[in-house]
Each structure stands twice: as C-alpha cells, then as structure tokens.
C-alpha cells in the first residue's frame, strides 16, 4: 500500500513537471527562420496536417489556443484526430490542450502510432484531465503519424485546442 501512494505521488509530480513546462516552450522546440531541425526531433508545426472526426480539426494545430476542434454530438464515442508530422519523429510525450473548453476532455485517451498512416499500433491509453491532458509514454516511440483517440467521452464533447509533442 505504501509503495502505491508514493508511486502515485511520482506520477502527479511528473506530471505537473510536464505541465508546467508546457508554458514555456520545453515540449516544441521553436525553429527560426532557415534553421534545420535535429534528425529524429519532432517537426515544427507549420509542418504538420491533421485528419480526423472532430469539427474545424486544422484548429487543433494552428498554434491558437482560443481556437479547437470539437466533437460532433454524433461523434463522441471513438473521435479521433490523426496528426501526420510531416516526416518520422521520436517523443515519449504529448499533451492535449483543451483551450476555450478546459472541461472538454474525454475519460480515456489512446495514442496511437504508425509509420504508413494505414497500420496504427496502440503505444499508451490513458486519463484525460481538465484544461490540458499530459500523456507520458513509457517509452520513446519512432512514428510520423499519430492518431490520439477518445476511447471513454467525458461529459462534454471532446476539445482539442492544441498537440504538443516532446
């Protein structure tokens, strides 16, 4: 019993490291003008495109986060948003910002990775939280897309103002 409250305290405080770092500019790394960025690290964001079921689903990733893509009603359960980095990335780390809506969040959040866009395999599912939901891998993932999906809604329709990825 004692070992599961102090991992669970080591989970909250990574977490909130994560979150806390969100602000100020740790999780994208931020490209000036003709810079080349590392092999392997994630791609700006002017690079990327996203697909999916959500409502105005390019306002996931406009770099605004007064702006969101929503969940239809009719989409709830399973809605997704796939997000195609532009080229193979490696991070063990994305978080969901939920903008305007901060109790737009699903229960449940899978992360899903593939290297076609086709064959997607489930890295990581878990809570979705209030205002911004971190999602910690375990372990560094190699992917170009990555297809975030809200396998249990919450009580409101599914908001996602931006994706960051560390």
């Known amino acids: ?3 599961e409250v102090k991992l669970s305290v080591l989970r909250s405080t990574l977490l909130w490291a994560c979150l806390l770092a969100l602000p100020f500019g740790c999780v994208q790394t931020v490209y000036s003008p003709g810079q080349t960025p590392l092999p392997g690290s ?3 964001p002017s ?3 996203a697909t999916g079921d959500l409502r105005s689903i390019a306002k996931a990733i406009d770099g605004n986060v007064g ?3 929503t969940a239809s009603s009719s989409t ?3 809605a997704s948003i796939t997000i195609d980095l532009g080229k193979t990335c490696i991070f063990n780390f994305v978080a969901i910002e939920h903008g305007p809506n901060p109790l737009g969040y699903a229960r449940q959040v899978a992360v899903l990775t593939s290297s076609d866009g086709t064959t997607f395999t489930r890295r990581y599912y878990g ?3 209030r205002k911004v939901t971190g999602l910690l891998l375990t372990k560094p993932v190699m992917a170009r897309y990555v297809k975030l999906q809200a396998d249990v809604p919450g009580a409101r329709p599914w908001s996602v ?3 960051y990825f560390q």
């Open 1 to 3: 019993m004692e070992l």
């Open 42 to 44: 994630v791609s700006p």
């Open 47 to 49: 690079q990327w495109s």
């Open 67 to 69: 702006t969101a893509a």
């Open 76 to 78: 709830r359960n399973g």
């Open 127 to 129: 809570p979705g939280k």
């Open 161 to 163: 103002a931006e994706v």
